[in-house]
């Protein structure tokens, strides 16, 4: 079945009164030919951008095509590889270059803060090494971490950096933010300011974000240890943590000049604003099954039908007709057209859906977490559609808030909405409703992290084998190292498969 837009506009009525991209990673972004100081206030923010820009460009787009949230248009040719399963070795260059080079950004910044006793500097740096370091090795596997950002003279001139085992980088991955975290000071006299893009200075902020990030990466490794992960996530809950909440949003905004657009937008312009993004039917789908009005924020719905129409993944080989077809939204920069309302759209890190979503996951295992997995699972689902963007975008599209939206789908009956709570309720049966919740509300916004927790769960459990696939029934698991890698490192450890589990996908 399909959303209607004419029909749930006048049920809405009832719902409003009745239900209140280099060598090395080292010298990337140097100029030889400009003498240039470096300060902590420059530093963060370029470091903070290129991750944006890798976040929001190449692995919101490798990973919304694998979590099935967009694919192919049958009118474009970009991305034809990412649906055939059948990327080049190359074809991860830009985000491996771009994520190294903000880490030697970020190391850099955290020994100049060290060096004038700029310690809330020193924490964030830290903050943001763990957490490009995950998306690295998330997104590679085994990967150079111990080696990787000593390239210069004084830290050991290292040219070829060895490769660390995936659970190690994990380890080194956690050390950085308990180290971290015994430097957050929020009363600290030197506080960062606008030249923090995220959070702007607040430390109060950033604890959130270090215990929510600290939650991802321990629930990240519960499939391949339970018993350790279940220990460190009870450990983290005994401190009486702080997480990401409603308006803690970890994000980069962005405006409408040509300086500051949505790195995805302007990624889309660089390919002179051919729309190759269409909206999968995976998603589109299953969201119009449940009543579910997000589809209308994270994808255009149709005028002439007031419907959202997703295509089957991978089927770009058939004859198309403009306007028949639903493309992702201006409000998660998927409109190559979309103008200010592309351009304007954030990228985001962590969201507070994520952490709650996270939160419930903790509680289902028994693992210390404050409050029922139940509350938290729906708290997870409104966050989402009181977000400010997709309450601002279900009010211009539908003329009521994002509020009573999430009130029609949660009254709707909708199989997703139905959390289990029986008696005998297993663990693992209450991880399906939360991932798959998970993975509708990151649609557009966080699609690498949707696709990882795919990878670590198996939820969805729904989505298809594109039907261009050219390497049969396997999903892909991993990137390919850059060509880079196998010439000039000599560590280089070979090529994986695309199809090979990392370390934590246990499926």
């Known amino acids: 079945m399909s959303i209607n837009r004419k029909l749930i506009i006048a049920l809405a009525v009832g719902s ?27 530093l963060l923010p370029a470091a903070q951008l290129t991750v944006g820009t890798a976040l929001g460009v190449d692995l919101e787009i490798d990973g919304s095509f694998w ?92 040219v070829n950096p060895k490769y660390d085992s995936q659970m190690a980088v994990y380890n080194g991955i956690i050390a950085l933010i308990d180290t971290a975290n015994t430097l957050i000071n929020p009363s ?48 983290l809950y005994a401190t009486g943590p702080t997480f990401i909440g409603v308006g803690d949003d970890a994000a980069i905004s962005y405006g409408s000049s040509s300086t500051n657009r949505n790195p995805l937008y302007a990624e889309e312009g660089g390919l002179g604003g051919v729309q190759n ?17 997000r589809a209308f924020v994270f994808y255009e719905y149709l005028p002439s039908t007031g419907t959202v129409v997703g295509l089957q993944q991978g089927l770009y080989n058939i004859a198309y007709s403009a306007g028949t077809l639903s493309i992702p939204n201006i409000y998660v920069a998927g409109d190559a057209a979309g103008n200010s309302g592309s351009a304007n759209a954030p990228v985001i890190f962590m969201s507070s859906w994520e952490s709650l979503f996270l939160q419930a996951e903790a509680a289902a295992e028994g693992w210390g977490a404050a409050g029922t997995d139940s509350a938290l699972f729906y708290a997870a689902i ?31 009956g909708g199989y997703w909405t139905t959390y289990p709570t029986a008696p005998g309720t297993t663990p693992e049966q209450k991880l399906r409703f939360i991932v798959t919740q998970k993975w509708f509300a990151m649609c557009g916004n966080q699609g690498f992290e949707a696709w990882s927790e795919w990878r670590r769960t198996g939820y969805p459990d729904f989505l298809q084998i594109s039907v261009s696939s050219i390497i049969g029934s396997k999903f892909p698991k991993r990137f390919y190292y850059p060509t880079s890698e196998s010439t000039t490192n000599s ?3 070979g090529l994986a498969p695309i199809t090979k589990n990392v370390w934590w996908d246990v499926l």
């Open 491 to 493: 560590k280089y450890p």
């Open 277 to 293: 993004l269409m909206g999968s039917a995976t998603c589109i789908d299953s969201m119009n099954n449940n009543v579910d009005l």
């Open 16 to 42: 409003i009164f009745g239900i209140s991209s280099c060598k090395k990673y080292l010298d990337v972004n140097k100029n030889p030919n400009v003498a240039q100081t470096a300060t902590v206030q420059t």
């Open 382 to 412: 409104r966050a989402n559609f009181d977000y400010p963007l997709y309450n601002t975008a279900m009010n211009t599209i539908w003329g009521f808030s994002g509020d009573s939206a999430c009130n029609i789908y949660l009254t709707s």
């Open 188 to 235: 600290d006299a030197i506080l960062p300011g606008a030249d923090d893009l995220i959070y702007g200075g607040n430390m109060t902020e950033w604890q959130k974000f270090s215990n929510t990030l600290m939650l991802r990466v321990l629930l990240r490794m519960s499939k391949v240890n339970p018993t350790a992960a279940a220990a460190a996530v009870t450990a």
């Open 67 to 158: 979590a099935q949230y967009w694919t192919q248009n049958p009118g474009a040719s970009q991305y034809h590889n990412l649906d055939q399963y059948a990327p080049g070795q190359d074809g991860f260059t830009f985000p491996w270059t771009n994520l190294y080079a903000a880490n030697e950004n970020f190391y850099q910044l955290y020994q100049l803060a060290l060096s004038q006793k700029k310690k809330q500097y020193m924490a964030i740096s830290l903050l943001m090494q763990a957490y490009t370091f995950q998306l690295i090795t998330d997104g590679w596997g085994d990967v150079p971490f111990s080696q990787a950002l000593k390239g210069q003279y004084i830290d050991g001139h290292i």
